[in-house]
């Protein structure tokens, strides 16, 4: 999933590929998948016009927490994370790229019960860090 065409670029938005369990009982589909690869194609278009001097990767780049390569990618996106379950491999690259310094933006996620989830999946990946709340002086 992480090759990319042409010479490296300075910025890839790299939505998170992951294991999970659908989007629902009227969808289909994991859940990584949502929106997906329109809205990364419209967000990308913004980059391209607001950041004219940013060498952005122009299309949608998927990646998967399992690629050896995911450290060239040091910006992840993830969504739809309260059905996320994470396999064994996929917490083990979770864990690698966020302690080598890597940077996950979390989206979209509806209530107690998956939030519940998604702390689960955090504690497997980073176990002995809980999230926090940040203040907004931070």
Same mark, same amino acid.
């Given at each position: 999933? %992480?090759?990319?065409?042409?010479?490296?670029?300075? $910025?890839?938005?790299?939505?998170?590929?992951?294991?999970?369990?659908?989007?629902?009982f009227y969808s289909r589909g994991s859940?990584?998948? %949502?929106?997906?690869?329109?809205?990364?194609?419209? $967000?990308?278009?913004?980059?391209?016009?607001l950041l004219s001097n940013l060498d952005a990767y122009e299309r949608e780049h998927p990646v998967q927490l399992i690629d050896p390569e995911i450290r060239r990618f040091p910006y992840l996106y993830a969504l739809e994370v309260g059905r996320m379950a994470l396999?064994?491999?996929e917490i083990e690259g979770l864990h690698d790229y966020l302690m080598a310094g890597g940077f996950l933006v979390i989206d979209d996620f509806w209530g107690s019960r998956e939030w519940a989830n998604f702390e689960y999946q955090m504690q497997l990946v980073l176990p002995g860090y809980p999230i926090v709340d940040l203040p907004l002086e931070h």
């Open positions: 999933m %992480t090759q990319v065409e042409g010479m490296p670029r300075e $910025f890839y938005f790299s939505r998170v590929a992951y294991t999970g369990y659908g989007r629902g859940s990584w998948s %949502t929106d997906y690869p329109k809205a990364d194609q419209i $967000f990308l278009s913004f980059i391209d016009r396999t064994q491999p």
